[in-house]
């Protein structure tokens, strides 16, 4: 496994996991202060450019929260994530999506105080990166893993079909549109957004 790294920044969170389930990998120090997450071939790794990485094999996988996720799924054995089907699991969740869904943004916004963000600290960085990852992110065909449509699909395509009906996406890409078009079709999708229901 190759952890791409930076002593002052989120990756210290990674390289705790990593070094608490004492397993073997590659530090790759990327000095984002000297610009080095932002060259081409960082970028196919991340197209947010931001770090951690890791990389295993063919899986690539960036967001420190996934990225610990993977690591805990991938040695089990280890005891870091309570079992599938454990009723743990979703207190474990809610650990895991928490600070970087509500708590981040929540404290990046309030320090503030008239400033512009920096979208070096802010863990979304700006509207082009992200636009760049949700074109690589979303699938061309089919569904966000493969043939067989999984949560990712909800919770990653629900985001992009909510960013398109409130115009935050005002000029999506043929496959994001595609995409969204496929989520749409779902018979249960129609079911649960059925507006005579309001
Ligand atoms: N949501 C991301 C945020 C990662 C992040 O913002 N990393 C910063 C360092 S702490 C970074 O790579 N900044 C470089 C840049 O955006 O240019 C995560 O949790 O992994």
Partial sequence: ???????????????????????EHERVVVDFLAGENNTPEYRQINPMGKIPALVDGDVVITETAAICAYLA???????????????QRGAYYRYLFY?????????????LDGAEVSPQSAGWG??????????????????ALGSQFTVADVVFGGTLDF???????ASPSAR?????????????YRQSHDPSWH
Wanted: overall charge negative; some cysteine; hydrophobic content about 40%.
């Fill in 163 to 169: 960013a398109m009906q409130f115009g935050w996406l």
């Fill in 1 to 23: 496994m190759k952890h791409y790294y930076h002593p002052m920044s989120r990756a210290v969170t990674t390289d705790w996991l990593l070094t608490e389930l004492e397993t």
């Fill in 126 to 143: 700006d509207l082009e990166r992200c636009l760049a990852t949700i074109e690589a992110m979303t699938p061309e065909t089919e569904w």
């Fill in 73 to 87: 799924d991938k040695f089990l054995e280890k005891g870091f994530a309570p079992p599938l089907g454990s009723s």
């Fill in 176 to 188: 994001v549109a595609g995409y969204v078009r496929r989520i749409k079709d779902r018979p249960a």
């Fill in 99 to 111: 600070p970087g869904s509500v708590l981040e943004p929540m404290f990046t916004f309030q320090q």
